[in-house]
Each structure stands twice: as structure tokens, then as C-alpha cells.
């Protein structure tokens, strides 16, 4: 396990300036690029330094990341790992939730869910109880379908506990559409510009802007004039987008962060 930001070398708290504190970012990014730190899926945790890095910017000290679509665990569980890790770096205590329905996909509503690609049952989670019995006090597993539960979590989840990272791996244009609420909550629940991965999106030749989660994307950025998801593919993140909280108070000037917000590729 890496010392960074532990026992030796420098800490976060010796960040006061924006360069310091991306200097630090950068070499944290760079042990998990090299392999230094293994703490799972490497797109995960680059995705969630991004997020450590810019609540540290903004002075928040609780976010959530979270998985939708958890399958088999593996994700959700290499989540945690990072979670574990970066939290005590930055002084930020991320809680990781997962959803799933449990039973797997289900049946395709039309050609907009791939149906050539996608049938009903597939990536069904073997036992829920065993995958929560492995999980860290801080994280959690919600079952059910997103467009049930995802409401109720939302309407509970606290104002001081921000919006840090969210992978959405549902497969489906109708199941994205399904969990897009959790980006339209009031712009204090959020980082100013929350990191999110998208799963299906460029790896099969059937992937188009009219169909899956590309089109969920486009429809969302439609009717939401002050929200808008897009791509940073120069990061070298896999699949790395952003939702940009254009009402957010920082990026409204209302209020600023404790650094000038400008957080890099690490």
C-alpha cells in the first residue's frame, strides 16, 4: 500500500495553494496509472481522486459515490477499495451505494435498448446477502428497480453529504432515463462538476448516438439548460464524463471555493 498522504511524504494539508494541491493530485494519479497502488478498477479511482480533489476545492468534507448496476459486486466492492483509500488522504469521508434489481435485465422495451445485444435475465446478482456481508460499514446495497428506489434515497440523502461520482452501467436507454433524477436535485447536493463513468458507449459497433445511453444522455442535456453531461476523452479516463452543475453557487459566483476551482488531469 502506498504511503502518500499517510505516514510519510507530503499531506494534504500542506496544500495551500491550487499548484500544491495539484501537484499532490498528480503524483497520487500517477502511482495509480503505474500500478503503485492497486486499489481495483483503475477508471474508478481516477474517477474518484477527481472527485476527492475537487471537494477538497470546494471544502466539502462528505460525498457519496455510487454504482448503478452492480451485477456480480466486483465493481462496487473495487469502489470501496478506492473509497478506503483516498477518503483518509484528503480528509473526506465518501460513502460508497450501490443499485441493482437483482434479478438481472429486463426484457428490452425496443430497439433503443439494443436488443441485439441485450436480452432479459442477463448479469443477474447470484445473492445480494452474500455481496452485502462483504461490504465495509460505509457502503450499501439498495435492491430493486432504479425508478423505485432511487427517489426515496434521494429524498433522504442529506444536503452536507454531496454528490461525488456516480458509474452508470445499466445497459439500456430506458434504464438510464430511469436513474437520470439523481442528477436533477437542487445544485448544493452536487460537486460543480460531478465526475461520472458511462459503461456502453464506444466498445461495440451496434453503439450509436440514437440508441443506449448515448441517446439518454443527448435527451437529458435537451431539457435541462442548466445541467449538462459530456465527455473529457483527452483525460485518459476510460469513458470519463462530467455532469457540469451550471446552477451550482460556485460556477454562479454566489459563492467560491477555498481555491480557484481548477482541477487538472491527474
Not at 496544500?15 to 496509472?33: M, P, V
Not at 441517446?215 to 464524463?241: D, Q, S, V
Request: charged share 20%; hydrophobic share 40%.
Amino acid at each position: 500500500m502506498n504511503n502518500l498522504g499517510k505516514s510519510s511524504g507530503p499531506k494534504i494539508s500542506d496544500c495551500k495553494t491550487t499548484a500544491q494541491l495539484q501537484n499532490f493530485c498528480r503524483e497520487i494519479g500517477r502511482d495509480i496509472r503505474q500500478g503503485k497502488v492497486k486499489i481495483g478498477r483503475v477508471h474508478y479511482a481516477l474517477s474518484l481522486l477527481q472527485t476527492c480533489a475537487q471537494a477538497y476545492h470546494c471544502g466539502y468534507d462528505e460525498v457519496v459515490s455510487v454504482e448503478l448496476g452492480v451485477a456480480g459486486g466486483a465493481g462496487l466492492l473495487d469502489m470501496c477499495s478506492a473509497a478506503e483509500h483516498l477518503g483518509p488522504i484528503f480528509g473526506i469521508d465518501i460513502r460508497v451505494v450501490g443499485f441493482d434489481n437483482a434479478t438481472g435485465l429486463p426484457a428490452p422495451k425496443d430497439y433503443r435498448d439494443h436488443p441485439e445485444m441485450w436480452q432479459q435475465t442477463m448479469f443477474k446478482m447470484p445473492d445480494p446477502d452474500i455481496l452485502r456481508a462483504k461490504l465495509p460499514k460505509f457502503a450499501e446495497l439498495i435492491v430493486g428497480d432504479v425508478a423505485d428506489t432511487i427517489p426515496g434515497w434521494l429524498e433522504a440523502k442529506p444536503l452536507s453529504r454531496k454528490m461525488g461520482f456516480v458509474s452508470v452501467d445499466v445497459d439500456y436507454y430506458s434504464s438510464t432515463l430511469s436513474a437520470f433524477p439523481m442528477f436533477e436535485m437542487a445544485p448544493e447536493h452536487y460537486l460543480p462538476a460531478m465526475p461520472l463513468y458511462f459503461d456502453d458507449m464506444n466498445t461495440c459497433i451496434t453503439y450509436n448516438s440514437r440508441c443506449g445511453e448515448p441517446l439518454a444522455i443527448a435527451e437529458f442535456n435537451e431539457r435541462n439548460p442548466m445541467r449538462i453531461i459530456e465527455e473529457k476523452p483527452t483525460w485518459a479516463i476510460r469513458n470519463f464524463h462530467a455532469l457540469h452543475v451550471l446552477d451550482h453557487p460556485f460556477r454562479q459566483g454566489t459563492a467560491l471555493p477555498k481555491f480557484p476551482l481548477q482541477v487538472v488531469q491527474y
